[in-house]
């Protein structure tokens, strides 16, 4: 089976990614205007404070649903805005999360305590022993605390990844606590049929995405397709190539440039799954990914044996000819960051130039295979190496390359100081954002 090439979309055409983010503010501000018809319509307290810490709950609520789309790897919503940029999207809108429920408790504590005559503090506890559901509102609270302070970047950056990961799932315990405290407590609940349903909705259908997104169907494609390992060819002293077989593989709908998290089902590694790109496009019979040992997970990828299982989540990415939007493109490939763009070069037509940025000649992993893409395809390929200092991809030697540069749809990738600075040179040399491809891994708990 051949692989099918994509033309860019019509000049006319509403770029996928705008179509998606647009469709997502939408939806969010149709449901904060109904938020907000249903706190109306279930009347005002006397007391102010006590107004204004139901408000932020309900918004809190309504955050805290759509977190859940943000994280539940919806493949319609992935393929068009990009796992790096919801993860994104997720991580700020956490914080908001955070600051919104702690107003909802302190302007809630302080408005009951103005009528009791007692503390804030006092009030809060006295609420969680004697009213129900608000002790697992505190509880709640409690654990979203804590994951906003391993999710800070100081903290982030010193724990490992699998910690990270195992406290931030204690988040959807927080999303069943706040659930049950809104259900027990929640005047919209109360106030009327319609408001207690379109509460049911909204949780109904961010758990039901997540439940969807993050288990029903990695567990059905995995059952459908039986991934097994079907080749391990190393590539270099530290870079090493893994073919994985598998049944009806051309119905799996992934596509050059994008990424799976693979999970090897080994005694020592099924519990770990490391995000690899693609390394060349699927052909409907094997996918192919490239990874360099950068750590314990990628290094014992070379000592894996044929016909080991596969848990294969994905494919993931928007970093696809789905986005195009001219006929000729510069694809950019920085290290072991050559793996998506071998597979792009595989996918694009039209004429492309290819610049591949490695520090020696020798660090130019899977070389060989653009160069024969490249002419097969009638492709420029340009193998630039040194030190990153001087920048040899800074705007005049890039502007030199490739002339016509803001003509063309530029695809990235590498490391991030790598990235970081292209970036800026394409912006100096003013190429548009829309023809600016790029993705970066980052997951999501």
Not at 166 to 172: G, N, P
Not at 280 to 287: E, Q, V
Not at 368 to 377: C, F, I, M, S
Request: contains cysteine; positive net charge; glycine residues 10%.
């Amino acid at each position: 089976m051949t692989t099918v090439q994509s033309p860019p979309a019509p000049p006319t055409a509403i770029r996928p990614r705008v179509v998606a983010r647009t469709g997502l503010y939408a939806v969010l501000a149709a449901n904060a205007a109904v938020v907000a018809y249903f706190f109306a319509q279930a009347g005002f307290a006397s007391n102010a404070l006590i107004v204004i810490g139901r408000f932020f709950g309900l918004y809190g609520a309504l955050v805290m649903a759509f977190q859940l789309v943000l994280v539940a790897r919806l493949p319609w919503l992935d393929r068009r805005i990009g796992m790096d940029r919801l993860t994104s999207w997720h991580r700020w809108t956490g914080f908001a999360l955070l600051w919104t429920l702690l107003a909802h408790a302190v302007f809630i504590s302080f408005g009951y305590a103005d009528g009791a005559g007692v503390g804030p503090v006092g009030e809060l506890v006295d609420l969680a022993e004697t009213t129900e559901g608000v002790l697992r509102a505190v509880v709640a609270l409690g654990i979203i605390l804590v994951v906003g302070a391993v999710s800070a970047r100081y903290a982030r950056r010193r724990l490992a990844y699998e910690t990270w990961h195992f406290i931030h799932l204690y988040t959807y315990v927080a999303v069943v606590l706040a659930f049950s405290h809104q259900v027990a407590v929640g005047t919209t609940f109360t106030a009327s049929s319609a408001a207690k349903t379109y509460w049911y909705a909204v949780w109904g259908v961010a758990l039901g995405a997540v439940a969807l997104g993050r288990l029903v169907l990695p567990l059905w494609r995995n059952h459908r397709h039986q991934f097994r390992v079907s080749a391990v060819v190393p590539e270099s002293d530290n870079v090493v190539s893994v073919y994985v077989t598998g049944r009806d593989l051309d119905r799996l709908g992934a596509r050059a440039g994008q990424f799976f998290l693979w999970r090897f089902l080994t005694r020592d590694r099924w519990w770990q799954a490391n995000p690899f790109s693609l390394s060349a496009a699927p052909d409907g019979r094997t996918l192919r990914l490239t990874a360099k040992a950068a750590g314990a997970g990628s290094a014992g990828l070379r000592h894996l044996k044929v016909g080991t299982r596969v848990f294969a989540e994905g494919p993931y990415g928007a970093f696809t000819t789905l986005h195009r939007q001219k006929p000729e493109s510069l694809l950019i490939a920085g290290g072991v960051g050559v793996t998506p763009i071998r597979a792009l070069l595989e996918d694009l037509d039209g004429h492309a130039v290819v610049i591949y940025r490695v520090g020696t000649d020798r660090d130019a992993v899977l070389y060989d295979e653009l160069r024969d893409l490249a002419v097969a395809k009638g492709a420029e390929l340009h193998l630039v190496t040194g030190p990153p200092v001087p920048d040899k991809l800074a705007p005049r030697e890039l502007a030199r390359l490739v002339p016509d540069i803001a003509d063309r749809d530029v695809f990235l990738c590498g490391p991030p100081p790598m990235m970081n600075a292209v970036l800026r040179t394409l912006g100096d040399l003013g190429v548009p954002g829309p023809q600016i491809h790029f993705e970066r891994f980052s997951l999501a708990g």
